[in-house]
């Protein structure tokens, strides 16, 4: 059982990060965030309130996407973590990424990463079939500038391409008008 | 945040120990409330036990077909279990209900039980609460107060709990596995949480020195007519304002066997046995769940800010129940309630 | 320059994208050198009163500390006020951190650590305790409202109401039809995504480079030279990505000044970013009392218009933001008479956020227009259309264009408008009420002084470069745009400098004047050039264009030619070729035109239509369907332009809906602090929405025919909604936002 004291003395972790391995002395205290953005300088994950209220700090950790602020990272000895930077570069995105350009799919670029790297955990998850499903699966992004259905479409779109069928989309015109709603009595 | 000492338990006995050793202890799974707590400084353990080792991750059928989810199975593995799904879905809806895919992906079964309220005062060591700080009052009653208790509280706390996944349990009448120096015991999940009374720091049965194992589910019912219905400030990543766990077994349009669990009005998922086995042969239309409903809230109590919850919660197990009653249980994913 | 256009205009993908989605775009916390300090801010938790003593014992023990900063130890600063005012300062004294021992408002630094690490800041920072004198706060605009006054000192570049005209109180009394109603918003804070940071590189006593998160690198710059007697020759500061802003970048924040102060002080490079919590005890959207009252005759012709605002401001400053006078402009009304008022609560310095005072005066006018059209029994559409104005009443002036017309019949089409049936109640889907409702939207097109240079490079190569900002607007974008356009290069050719205080000087980014301003700005430092580049050419030997005026000449496939007959002309490398030149550049000023400004003034229009579903039982509320159709000039990218105003939509269903700052009136805290409590909408609250631009030309409004587009997104959307939902239900919500406890109360009688 490894116990560490309050001191300041770090503990060992080794982490896969982005596919490099990666042995790090880290104190009980900082989260995955904080190490990312600080010791690590690896600023794409953002952090947009430290308390997993946002999702701008989205990672992927084993294929998984997480909040990044809520975890320590002294926890994840032996974890593989995949940031928005081990996705992809600007001179080669990831689909998701070309399709967040493709679809103006941000407007400040903040919790685009987020989005992003939550989007890749999605995919993986398989578990969305609708744009219904991708709204409510992504709804742990918060987005200011309201991007959201332009991150939706983006969204459909790669997985129209991965899937090779399109979702169920409920293009606007397709919801346009009168539809849905019957009088009330007279 | 306060620095501490870090632990990493290899198995349950040492994690148990660890805990043994030093009452203030916290144990530490998926992060998602203790690190969130500790941050605002609400919480600070002096010793934070990493269990994330533990080998509870499994989700096995036990022999008499009952269901044993291990305390470390996160929340999203466990929505997504095909078991789960299949035998148990309002557990499943209930946890789709809550948080987010991240969260659900971070967040255990144990953590989501140990989830500590989010009134703000609780949230803000500046503001008095009995909760956090026994003895300093309350801020919420007199204050903002509009996700407070209408059921259940004190006049030391109104605080509510805001799981999703505990109402579901709660309504399907689970058991919690706990381990402590002296062995495993069980608890019955409605006796797990408890009201505030006047220790509100207090927010469930555990002891100090015991952690919870497992949950235990028993065999099958209420896979057929069931619903989980969540009503928030906004459509998703939102607590509940109200939510109603609602199961419903049925013979020939006569009831069988009904439960209806409510989340997000007392300080642990509200139930009201007797007033369910009163519906036993009643058939299931909305004036038997309307008489359910008011007898569940015969006691509800508004604060000012929270008043409305009163008629919501009434209305809102009224149609859980009739999604129930219709085999139409609510799609999270859907935004129109059905 | 423009005919025809072969990339202005064109929905070109944003050229800063591929950095933006790979995490590669640094935001003001994200720089870094070796031996940087971290600082952390100390909160007040009171809102009124005066520190009696602060303890930083324990936390300067703290390992890793380096010095804590209080009122008892901070380090001089500049004296008078003026040298604490910001270029969009409202009048008043700003505030000043850890000046003195008083408390003016909740979240008030009180404290400030600085570290070798962020988590030891923190963690110091949370075991500095300070003891209190609290006074009894003020912090309900109800509870002073009784106290309201007329603002004595203008904020400049704030339009006051304009005088009553005609006889309003008559012409409402004597008046056929009539509605007088009071409206309530509460306070919003912006909460953009990226938390206010500063990053400090200390280079010596004198020269700071500095990362600020600001819609104005300029404006941060000067606050900190004039705060800190420096020169302005010596700082640089940097504002290259803003992770959204809304208005609440364009004052310098508390953690500037402070990340300044203690690098002076250490000597050594210092970042601070803030907390959630932190942010909202910045600038917010003033919460609002309005009473607006309209009266019309038999044929629906408004004979009155009375609109009284009174907005919250703090103890400290007068802000004030154009509120009533949209009341006076919007429709045809001889008699009108709009007032604007403050009162003074216990919290910090209102700001502008998104559309400041349209978003809120509109939002009361347009759901007065609502009820209007139902006392009269007409339909909210006709109504507006049948009091339209082609000019200005409060001004007397001209318009420079208007589209409404377009942006009411091209919406309302789309929408379905006229499947609409009139009654409220009238129209469900199961268990939902169905709503459909509208209002127009109102801002001004404003141009602001600014500067930019334009070089053009033998290689072919240009850059454009301004101080301008990008906050998620996509000024990046459409300076290429531009600068591509002028000398007809693809656009990855063009190098966009902005975002930096020592390039020309721009204004904040605030108020949808950038494209407009900077955008015209680059065209004419483009064009003076191409004016050089003809000289040099026409200084050639036996020069092709030895006659041709600036007018005739134009650049296409790396030549200057004349535009009637391109094979007439010189390889412009040739021309810097024979001055044995490398590039030339010039620069461009553009500005409002003071001339026309006496006659003509120009406003963006909108048209909004939504769609509510609401669950009869629950009051569960879905905004189902939104068009809005956008009257704003000339369109330079329409796909950036319509991410902006699909923005503009969703935080005005948040403005409807959910957003609220809930203080604890006792305390005067606010209690919702953090985004899991102060909702803004989410994927899950966001359906369809279509964007449609409607053909508006506009010669006037700026150089480039572009009247911004920031704001009027934002306009007019939640009294859409709140229209949509009185149709649903038949109840009219004047409080805003409207909660689901608000509605399911209203359902309750039903």
Same mark, same amino acid.
């Given at each position: 059982m490894l116990h560490a004291d309050s001191e300041r003395s770090g503990i060992p972790i080794v982490i896969t990060l982005n596919g490099k391995q990666e042995r790090l002395e880290v104190a009980p205290w900082v989260t995955l965030l904080d190490l990312l953005r600080g010791p690590m300088e690896l600023p794409g994950t953002k952090k947009g309130c430290d308390h997993g209220q946002c999702g701008a700090c989205t990672v992927l950790i084993d294929g998984q996407r997480m909040n990044a602020c809520l975890k320590l990272a002294v926890t994840l000895d032996g974890a593989e973590i995949t940031t928005i930077e081990g996705?992809?570069?600007?001179d080669k995105l990831h689909p998701l990424q070309q399709a967040f350009v493709d679809h103006d799919a941000y407007q400040c670029g903040y919790c685009t990463p987020g989005q992003i790297c939550s989007a890749a955990g999605l995919l993986n998850e398989g578990h969305a079939q609708s744009r219904a499903e991708i709204r409510e699966l992504m709804s742990g992004n918060l987005c200011r500038c309201g991007a959201y259905t332009n991150i939706a479409d983006a969204i459909e779109q790669v997985m129209g391409q991965s899937s090779g069928e399109r979702p169920d989309r409920n293009a606007p015109n397709k919801a346009f008008p009168g539809k849905g709603f019957k009088e009330a009595a007279e | 945040m306060k620095q501490f000492s870090y632990i990493r338990a290899e198995n349950v006995a040492g994690a148990v120990a660890a805990l043994a050793a030093d009452p203030q202890a916290r144990l530490l799974a998926g992060g998602t409330n203790l690190v969130d707590l500790m941050k605002y400084d609400v919480m600070s353990p002096p010793t934070v036990i990493d269990i994330n080792r533990l080998p509870l991750k499994d989700i096995e059928t036990l022999d008499d077909g009952s269901l044993r989810i291990g305390a470390l199975v996160s929340n999203a593995a466990l929505a997504y279990d095909p078991t789960v799904a299949e035998r148990f879905p309002l557990l499943a809806s209930a946890l789709l209900a809550g948080a987010s895919p991240q969260l659900r992906n971070a967040a255990t079964t144990g953590g989501n039980l140990l989830q500590r309220t989010r009134c703000y005062y609780f949230y803000d060591p500046a503001s008095p609460c009995n909760k956090r700080e026994p003895g300093s009052g309350c801020g919420a009653i007199g204050g903002v107060n509009r996700i407070h208790a209408i059921l259940g509280a004190s006049a030391s706390c109104i605080a509510t709990h805001p799981s999703d996944m505990c109402v579901a349990l709660a309504a399907l009448d689970a058991t919690v596995e706990v381990e402590g120096p002296d062995g495993r015991r069980d608890i019955p999940f409605l006796a797990f949480h408890r009201l505030p009374g006047d220790e509100p720091q207090y927010d469930n049965t555990l002891a100090p020195n015991e952690m919870v194992v497992a949950i235990r589910l028993r065999p099958d019912h209420f896979a057929a007519n069931h619903s989980y219905l969540k009503i928030r400030d906004r459509l998703s990543y939102a607590f509940a304002l109200v939510s109603v766990a609602a199961a419903i077994d049925m013979k020939d349009g006569g009831i069988t066997d009904i439960r209806v669990a409510l989340g997000g009005v007392a300080h642990k998922p509200w139930r009201d046995p007797l007033a369910e086995a009163e519906c036993a042969g009643k058939p299931a239309n909305e004036a038997t769940f309307r008489e359910l409903a008011q007898r569940l809230l015969a006691g509800a109590q508004g604060q000012g800010g929270n008043d409305f919850k009163i008629p919501m919660a009434e209305r809102t197990i009224i149609r859980a129940l009739t999604q129930a009653a219709n085999g139409t249980p609510q799609v999270q994913s859907e935004k129109a309630i059905r | 320059m423009f005919n025809p256009s072969k990339i202005v205009g064109l929905p070109v993908s944003r050229v800063d994208g591929p950095l933006k989605v790979s995490g590669k775009a640094p935001y003001a916390a994200e720089h870094y050198e070796p031996g940087m300090l971290h600082g952390v801010v100390v909160l007040s938790t /009171? !809102? #009124?009163?005066? /520190?009696r003593s602060i303890d930083t014992a324990m936390a300067e023990a703290f390992p890793g500390v380096i010095k804590i900063y209080t009122h008892e130890n901070r380090p001089s600063a500049a004296w008078w006020d003026s040298k604490w005012q910001d270029s969009v300062a409202p009048p008043g004294s700003p505030f000043r951190p850890?000046?003195?021992?008083?408390?003016?408002?909740?979240?008030?630094?009180v404290a400030f650590v600085v570290a070798e690490t962020f988590e030891a800041a923190r963690d110091a920072a949370s075991l500095v305790t300070v003891a209190y004198k609290e006074d009894k706060p003020e912090t309900k605009l109800a509870d002073v409202y009784a106290k309201s006054y007329e603002p004595k000192k203008k904020r400049s570049g704030i339009q006051p109401p304009p005088k009553p005209r005609g006889s309003p109180e008559e012409a409402f009394s004597g008046a056929a039809h009539k509605v007088s109603a009071e409206y309530v918003m509460e306070g919003e804070h912006h909460n953009p995504m990226e938390m206010f940071a500063t990053t400090v590189l200390w280079e010596n006593d004198k020269q700071l480079t500095v990362h600020d998160k600001t819609q104005g690198s300029q404006a941060s710059r000067d606050y900190i030279c004039n705060i800190f007697g420096l020169d302005p020759e010596n700082v640089i500061v940097k504002n290259a990505y803003v992770g959204g802003a809304f208005g609440q970048g364009l004052r310098p924040k508390h953690q500037l000044f402070l990340a300044v102060m203690a690098s002076l002080d250490l000597k050594r490079s210092v970042k601070v970013e803030m907390s959630r919590q932190e942010m909202f005890g910045l600038t917010w959207r003033p919460s609002s009392m309005q009473t607006v009252s309209l009266a019309a005759d038999e044929t629906g012709m408004l004979q009155s218009v009375m609109h009284h605002a009174v907005e919250a401001t703090s103890r400290y400053e007068d802000y004030q933001e154009t509120v009533v006078n949209w009341s006076g402009l919007a429709y045809k009304c001889d008699n009108a008479k709009l007032t604007y008022e403050l009162a003074q609560v216990d919290m910090s310095t209102p700001g502008d956020m998104r559309a400041p005072g349209a978003a809120t005066g509109v939002l009361a006018l347009e759901s007065a227009m609502d009820e209007l059209a139902s006392e009269i029994g007409m339909d909210p559409l006709e109504l507006r259309v049948k009091n339209f104005i082609h000019f200005d009443q409060n001004d007397d002036k001209q318009l420079t264009s208007k589209a409404l017309h377009a942006c009411y019949r091209e919406g309302s089409e789309a929408f379905g408008?006229?499947?609409? #049936? !009139? !009654?409220?109640? #009238?129209m469900r889907d199961g268990h939902d009420l169905v709503g459909w409702g509208m209002a127009t939207g109102f801002w001004e097109a404003g141009m602001a002084q600014a500067e930019a240079k334009v070089r053009y490079a033998i290689d072919g190569k240009v850059t454009v470069s301004a101080a301008a900002t990008d906050i998620g607007t996509g000024t990046y974008t459409i300076l290429a745009q531009l600068g591509a356009e002028a000398f007809d290069v693809p656009i990855e050719a063009v190098h966009v400098a902005i975002a930096d205080s020592s390039l020309p000087t721009t204004g904040v980014e605030g108020g949808s004047w950038t494209a407009a301003s900077t955008g015209s700005a680059v065209q004419i430092a483009a064009e003076a050039v191409k004016a050089t580049l003809l000289d040099m050419a026409q200084d050639m030997d036996n020069s092709p264009l030895a006659d041709a005026r600036p007018e005739e000449v134009v650049i296409r496939d790396g030549r200057l030619v004349l535009d009637v007959n391109s094979q007439v002309g010189i390889a412009l490398s040739d021309i810097l070729a024979s001055k044995d030149l490398s590039s030339v550049e010039e620069p461009g000023k553009a500005g409002p035109d003071m001339m026309q400004m006496r006659k003509f003034v120009s406003y963006t229009h909108s048209a909004v239509f939504v769609e509510v579903k609401i669950d009869e039982q629950l009051g569960v509320l879905r905004v189902t369907r939104v068009v809005s159709a956008i009257g704003a000039g000339r369109i330079l990218n329409p796909k950036t332009a319509r991410s902006q105003i699909l923005g503009g939509i969703v935080m005005g269903i948040g403005m409807a809906l959910h957003e609220e700052s809930m203080i604890d009136h006792r305390t005067g805290r606010i209690m919702n602090h953090n985004l899991a409590e102060y909702h803004v909408p989410a994927h899950a609250d966001i359906a369809d929405l279509q964007v449609i631009f409607v053909e508006e030309h506009d010669d006037k409004a700026s150089p480039i025919g572009v009247k911004g587009l920031g704001e009027i997104g934002i306009v007019g959307v939640a009294a859409a909604v709140a229209n949509a939902i009185y149709h649903a239900t038949g109840t009219r919500f004047r409080h805003f936002p409207i909660t689901i406890d608000k509605i399911l109360e209203s359902e309750l009688t039903h």
């Open positions: 996705l992809g570069q600007p | - | /009171i !809102a #009124s009163g005066k /520190i850890l000046e003195k021992p008083h408390v003016q408002f909740d979240g008030q630094p408008w006229d499947r609409r #049936s !009139a !009654a409220p109640r #009238s």
